[in-house]
């Protein structure tokens, strides 16, 4: 199947600063990408989609302005957590979609730590 | 509104029994629709799918069953193994959004 990685796996921050977290689909060109976050037994809360070139769409309750994403290219989407606090954090997973694929592929997820 | 509902938030079966994860849908515009497999801190693996123009499809061991005019998904696994163990999420598609179950934890008992 179609491969999406994330880097970092895993990342801990200090509150106020800012983090940013890649999402590549790395065999496959991804029209379409989501940005997921899971807290602990939880199912997953869809934060927004985005399309290639234009801006994303938040789900009701995600502030856009926290949560920056940006889908530049077809294989690169970025979500930026600014000014984190220690409730941002939480394990973050993109997928993506394409236009020859009726499946949504995920990537292995970004813990992220706000002290 | 969740349109997409796995009413069983867990199951347990013994190893080499068959395992059937349950998954109801409610907008009868879906056409397409997904299981995916996630283990704790990573994110969900694609297990198989099934159009809405199918009712079967097969893959190993796994079988997905769609009956539409009930609006139910099932996921049969046989046999269960101990590695099959994790969390089992329904996905429903139409266009290019993707509505998900809230997930069923399957423990498989060696």
């Known amino acids: 199947g179609a491969v999406v990685s994330q880097h970092p796996s895993w990342v801990i921050c200090k509150s106020g600063t800012s983090v940013k977290i890649e999402c590549r689909s790395l065999d496959f060109q991804a029209t379409t990408m989501f940005w997921y976050r899971q807290f602990p037994k939880q199912s997953l ?19 856009k302005d926290k949560f920056l994403i940006n889908h530049a290219s077809l294989t690169l989407s970025t979500l930026t957590v600014t000014s984190a606090h220690p409730e941002d954090s939480s394990f973050y997973i993109c997928s993506a979609t394409g236009t020859l694929t009726d499946t949504q592929y995920f990537g292995p997820g970004t813990r992220l730590t706000v002290l | ?18 395992s059937i994860l349950n998954c109801d849908y ?22 198989i799918s099934i159009s809405s123009i199918k009712d079967k499809n097969e893959d190993g061991r796994f079988t997905v069953f769609l009956n ?10 046989v ?26 934890s399957l423990t498989v008992i060696p």
């Open chain 2, 68 to 77: 539409k005019s009930a609006k139910h998904l099932s996921l049969h696994i």
């Open chain 2, 1 to 18: 509104d969740q349109q997409v509902k796995q009413n069983s938030p867990s199951l347990s079966v013994q190893e080499g029994r068959i």
């Open chain 1, 45 to 63: 809360m869809l934060m927004a989609t985005s399309n290639e070139g234009s801006k994303a769409t938040y789900e009701q309750g995600v502030e």
């Open chain 2, 26 to 47: 409610t907008n009868s515009m879906f056409d397409y629709f997904l299981w995916y497999k996630k283990y704790p801190a990573e994110g969900p693996t694609f297990l």
């Open chain 2, 79 to 104: 046999p269960s193994q101990p590695g099959d163990s994790a969390v089992y999420f329904c996905a429903s598609k139409i266009g290019n959004q993707f509505y998900f179950g809230t997930g069923t």
